[in-house]
Every structure is written in C-alpha cells, then in structure tokens.
C-alpha cells in the first residue's frame, strides 16, 4: 500500500509540473507597464489541442484520450524516447546483481515492474516513460539491498561461527556427524587448520592431532622442524595436524588424549590419558601426559616411573632441530624415523615409517608397552575437552 501512495504521489506531481508548463510559453514576451501599473493580461489561452491546468485537474486522461482521436492524419506521430541517452547519465539506472534474476522470491515482490498493471503506462508521453523507468531504477535498488542483506546476516553468521567453534567438540553440540571440518584458531597468522572430527568414538566429539592408516599412503613423515610446527599430509589420508595448533588448543582447554593402535594380527588396543598439553615453541612444545589406562600399556609416561625413554616431560625433536637427552646421537636423523617427544630414545614413536612384518623388528610405527619391537599396522591421536563435572 505504502508503494502505491508513493506511486500516486509522483504521478500527481508530474502531471502539475507538465501542466504548468503548457499554461505558460517560456519565450513569451515580458509584461509590459504602463503609466497605471502593470497592463492587465487577458487570460492564457492555450494551443488548441492542448490541455489546459483545468483539464489536467478535472481529468487528464479523459480528455487526452478525446483529443486524440481528432488528430489529423498527416500529424507526426510522438516517439517515444529510447533509455539509450541513459548510458551517460551520471546516475544511470540501478540494474539487478546477475544472481537475483532466477530468484523466485525477488522476482515475485509485490509492486515489481512485472507485476504492476501496464494499463498504467499506456500513455506514450515523455513523462510515462520517465515515470517507468524511475519506477524500474527505484525496484532494482531496493531488490539489491535485499540481496546486500541477505549477504551482510549470512556473513555474520559464519564470523559468530567461527569465534563460537573451537574444535570438534563444539561441533558435536551442533549435531554434526563424522568428517572433516575448518577450524579458525586465534594464533598468529590465523591459518584456517582442516581438521577430522570422530563423532563416534567414546560419545564423540574427538578431534583428530594424527593418523597412520593401514597401509602405506606415499606420505613421509621423515621432515624438519617447520612442517612438524605447521601440521602437513591430508585428513583424508596420513596428517600431522601441526604442534602450534596443538599448543593452541591444549593451552585454552583441558584436553583428554586417546591414542588407538591396530597390529598385523588384527589386534587392536588403545591408550588413554586424562589430562595432554603441549608448551609453547620456546619450550619446544614440551610433552606433559598423565592419569593412564587403557589395554596398550603407558609408552609415554611408563606409568610414571621416568627412564630414559620416558616421553612424558621431552621436547620434540626432528631430523634438524635435536632436543633429545642423547649426547651421542639426533634420535630422529640417526635412525630417520620422523619427529617425536624422544628421550633416548623412547619407547613409542608413532610417526615412524610404515614398515610390513616381513621386513623384520625395528623402528617403525612403534608401541613398545604392547608389541615391543613389532611393527604397527595403524595409529591415531585425538584430544578432547575434559567435560567438567
């Protein structure tokens, strides 16, 4: 309704500034004066065939209509002016974003130029053309402030997202299911870190730090200090998800670690601890794990008993920055067996490489509290919130 008064409204105005313009000729001669004042004019007459300001107030159409039926033949018929001389208007009409066209909502707005009765417009004069167009400028801006709305709120949404999703676990009270996710962490760069969640495991909610699967994926876990620092590999293969994240997450939260193994026997077993977090990198990202159990024995804090190949409590080291205990050797470049929380050395290593049984004991994908020197077939890390009771 608002539309229409705003509609009638300008028709009104148009039609008395177009009749006004028809009551007076604008290179008529000044009044003269005379010796009693200004001389008396007889009242305007217009043009016959023209409308005057009271046949535009008693009803212009009406009128208009009669007139043009006594038009002579031989008269030049009004064109009607093309939008052409728009193209250099300082201020052209506003035409609809690309991606609003095949909007049915848009496109049904009530008041729109396809929707508005033409019988309005059958007029061919200058002003009914002026009038359309305005009315299609003015329906095409308010159209794209709606889609600029629209665009504003979905982009609020994603930033309240991501400053109220943290890890997997928020994820989890969102009724997400199993995959792989962005996670947005505040630290220096602000890298988005693609991330797997398991939603199932233990009541869910587990975000996944490392994976060794089954069989060999051409991944190399034989690297330097950078890539061990920033994560690398795919979530849908073999990964690191990176030391500075997890300084990240396990310095905001009290986290739970969850480590499961699987053997060439199709056994399988699992670690878990109560309580994981990592120092920062000028503690070189310092290991810190206790409250054990689980069925695969306590390979990183051998059950508090400290030993030289006790995890719990080392730096991590990799094959160019060594921040083992050994005097003698780098536990990582001597053996080539990728970066860890080496003593030395220790007695897990799970981003050793992935070796079958055939090909002897030794360091590999290792778990010593469960299968000594035997080569692992599988391995995965994840941490969780503590829920707090």
């Not at 300001?53 to 031989?74: A, C, F, S």
């Not at 760069?189 to 009541?203: A, F, H, I, N, S």
Request: charged residues 25%.
């Amino acid at each position: 309704m608002t539309e229409w008064l705003r509609f009638l409204a300008v028709v009104a105005l148009g039609v008395l500034i177009h009749g006004r313009t028809v009551e007076r000729e604008p290179d008529a001669e000044p009044v003269p004066n005379t010796p009693m004042g200004p001389a008396v004019l007889a009242p305007f007459r217009p043009p016959e065939g023209e409308p005057s300001l009271n046949d535009i107030r008693g009803g212009l159409p009406d009128k208009y209509e009669k007139q043009k039926t006594t038009t002579p033949k031989d008269a030049p018929t009004p064109t009607v002016p093309d939008d052409s001389y728009l193209q250099d208007s300082p201020h052209p009409p506003i035409r609809l974003a690309e991606e609003l066209e095949d909007d049915p909502e848009d496109n049904s707005i009530e008041g729109s130029v396809e929707n508005f009765p033409v019988d309005i417009f059958d007029g061919e004069s200058d002003m009914a053309v002026m009038m359309k167009l305005m009315y299609g400028a003015l329906d095409s801006r308010l159209r794209l402030l709606k889609s600029r709305v629209r665009n504003v709120e979905y982009t609020a949404g994603q930033v309240l997202r991501r400053l109220n999703v943290f890890d997997c676990s928020d994820l989890k009270a969102e009724g997400k299911r199993s995959g792989a996710y962005t996670m947005y962490l505040e630290h220096q760069g602000k890298r988005p870190v693609k991330v797997l969640c398991d939603m199932d495991t233990e009541g869910g909610g587990w975000t996944v730090i490392q994976r060794r699967l089954p069989y060999p994926t051409g991944i190399s876990f034989n690297r330097g200090w950078h890539d061990y620092k920033l994560g690398f590999g795919d979530v849908s293969s073999d990964f690191w998800v990176g030391l500075e994240n997890m300084y990240v997450w396990t310095n905001a939260r009290h986290y739970e670690l969850r480590i499961e193994l699987t053997d060439y026997k199709n056994g399988e077993a699992y670690a878990h601890y109560e309580r994981f977090y990592v120092d920062s990198e000028t503690q070189g990202y310092r290991l810190h794990v206790q409250g054990y159990t689980g069925t695969a024995g306590d390979s990183l804090g051998n059950e508090g008993t400290l030993d030289n190949f006790t995890a719990d409590g080392m730096m991590f080291t990799t094959q160019d920055e060594d921040h083992d205990t050994s005097h003698e050797i780098n536990c990582a470049r001597y053996w080539k067996i990728g970066g860890w929380w080496y003593n030395r050395c220790s007695w897990a290593n799970l981003n050793g490489p992935h070796r079958e049984p055939s090909e002897g004991e030794g360091i590999g994908i290792n778990w010593h509290k469960w299968r000594n020197k035997e080569y692992l077939r599988s391995a995965k890390m994840m941490i969780r919130p503590v829920k707090v009771t």
